[in-house]
């Protein structure tokens, strides 16, 4: 109890700390003092962020006054006097701009409105102190307040205000009927090949030392939507997608990745539960697995890094040594609600062109040349002749199956995504619904991923939680019999027995090693 007591305490004193001073008694005194620098005395005597522009400051005389126990705005109507300049204090900010000063409690005339809005960043974080100006008059602006919230009074006429902010990106945002309500989201002038995303961290490229290449969603969408690893491995040739051959086109196999090659212990491979050359994959900050990096869909990611040296070692420690993957996922974006969707369809089949394999007859004939039919005795004579008579009967009748077009077929793999997002001051939510239905061109192997996703983004004061949610459901099938087995099966024997029933007995070891 004691000490809940004492944080609370704690947290009212930084309150008060942090509480405008703009009521607050001044006293100071200034004698051919450059305004410029009253401002930045008054600044720090008040904890208020001065915005002018530094053109309207031309000319200005210095200051020459004395105050002694006034307020910030009796201050500024001393030293302002006979400059032309008026002020403006919204929240914590001053704005200083040339023209008559404006009084909160004046009615509006009926040539003008009040416009109100939020400004934020991609984050939905709010920019405090973003300037919000007429287009074409830059005089008539005003400045965010804390929260990111602005009031502009703007003549009937106005088409569009212009949003800026240091380090973002301006952005002209066209006026519609309403005036209430306006959220703008400014992006960072710095693009995705300017930082790094560590997952736990976002640094500037030129300040981070390691080996690191970021893409961001739309890269990885423009090169391929099979899946997330397939569109990495096609922009970085350092992120090896290792597919073995072994395994055909099978829908189920997760490959093998490889970003810093093999690693010592290789041999160790069905030894242990996972790959130890795998690299640690790291999904909006938490550590994931690679299943559920593969099955992730595509549009939901905003952009992917992979930290290839051991640099990173020092953010994750020795899980690290093989490389990360750092997926960031889309943020809910602020404003009415949205609702999307996106589909796509591929089509895959077999390519069997560099399977020249021997007919029945030639095969036949190659075990005989090979011995399997030689004597080794009586008994032995009259079973090999008997066999070899047989198949070659069953030849010269027309028997010849290409077994390698049995177990394929054409595969038609379709992802749906919806997504519905929105929200407005304090509170942003996304929830999205996805599938990914896969049928692989090996007859019975198929694969279908069902996953739904709820992100919550909500501040309170200074403050801000997030809540992920992501749930994925798979659905797997693959043959009984392995590809490989198809390719060792001899072409001379038949397909369907007398009953004309496909022989599956044949499909398993009915091939001899020569």
Request: proline share 4%.
């Amino acid at each position: 109890m004691n000490s809940s007591k004492r944080t609370l305490f704690s947290l009212m004193l930084l309150g008060a700390l942090g509480m405008p001073l703009s009521a607050q008694d001044i006293d100071t005194a200034y004698k051919n003092t450059p305004i410029e620098k009253v401002f930045s005395d008054l600044r720090e005597k008040t904890n208020h962020e001065f915005v002018y522009q530094k053109q309207i400051l031309q000319g200005i005389k210095p200051v020459t006054c004395s105050v002694k126990n006034k307020s910030l705005e009796e201050v500024l109507d001393q030293v302002l006097r006979g400059t032309g300049l008026t002020y403006e204090i919204v929240d914590n900010t001053v704005i200083i701009r040339k023209g008559e000063k404006k009084d909160a409690q004046q009615p509006l005339s009926g040539n003008k409105r009040t416009l109100t809005g939020t400004v934020l960043d991609t984050q939905g974080e709010p920019l405090p102190g973003a300037s919000i100006y007429v287009k074409g008059d830059t005089k008539n602006g005003v400045t965010a307040d804390a929260e990111g919230r602005f009031t502009l009074s703007v003549p009937q006429k106005t088409k569009a205000v212009i949003v800026s902010f240091v380090g973002m990106n301006p952005q002209e945002v066209v006026l519609l009927d309403k005036t209430e309500n306006y959220v703008v989201r400014l992006e960072s002038s710095t693009t995705i090949d300017e930082v790094v995303v560590t997952g736990i961290v976002t640094k500037r490229k030129d300040t981070f030392t390691g080996s690191s290449a970021s893409f961001s969603g739309e890269e990885l969408k423009a090169v391929g939507v099979q899946n997330p690893l397939a569109s990495l491995r096609s922009l970085d040739p350092s992120f090896n997608l290792m597919e073995s051959d072994i395994f055909g086109s099978d829908p189920n196999r997760l490959p093998d990745i490889e970003i810093r090659g093999k690693s010592s212990i290789m041999g160790m491979r069905d030894e242990v539960s996972e790959d130890p050359n795998q690299p640690l994959f790291i999904l909006d900050g938490f550590e994931s697995t690679l299943e559920t990096i593969y099955n992730l869909d595509i549009n939901r990611i905003a952009s992917m890094t992979i930290l290839k040296d051991a640099a990173s070692t020092a953010i994750y420690g020795s899980k690290a040594a093989n490389g990360v993957v750092v997926v960031e996922t889309v943020k809910p974006q602020p404003g009415q609600l949205r609702l999307s969707y996106n589909g796509s369809m591929d089509i895959s089949w077999p390519d069997l062109t560099s399977y020249n394999l021997m007919n029945a007859r030639e095969k036949l004939e190659f075990e005989r040349l090979a011995g399997k039919y030689s004597e080794t005795g009586v008994q032995d004579i009259i079973e090999k002749e008997a066999l070899y008579n047989k198949h070659l009967a069953d030849i010269n009748s027309g028997v010849d199956t290409y077994w390698l077009a049995e177990p394929v077929r054409t595969g038609i793999n379709h992802r749906h995504q919806l997504y519905a997002d929105g929200g407005a001051g304090g509170f942003m939510f996304g929830i999205g619904l996805n599938y990914n239905g896969v049928t692989g061109v090996m007859k019975k192997s198929d694969r279908d991923v069902l996953g739904a996703n709820l992100d919550l983004i909500y501040r309170v004061g200074k403050l801000q939680f997030t809540n992920k949610f992501t749930a994925q459901q798979t659905k797997y099938s693959n043959p009984i019999v392995p590809f490989s087995d198809y390719v060792r099966a001899n072409p001379y024997y038949k397909k369907y027995n007398e009953r004309s029933a496909l022989v599956h007995t044949l499909m398993l070891k009915l091939y001899a090693k020569v």
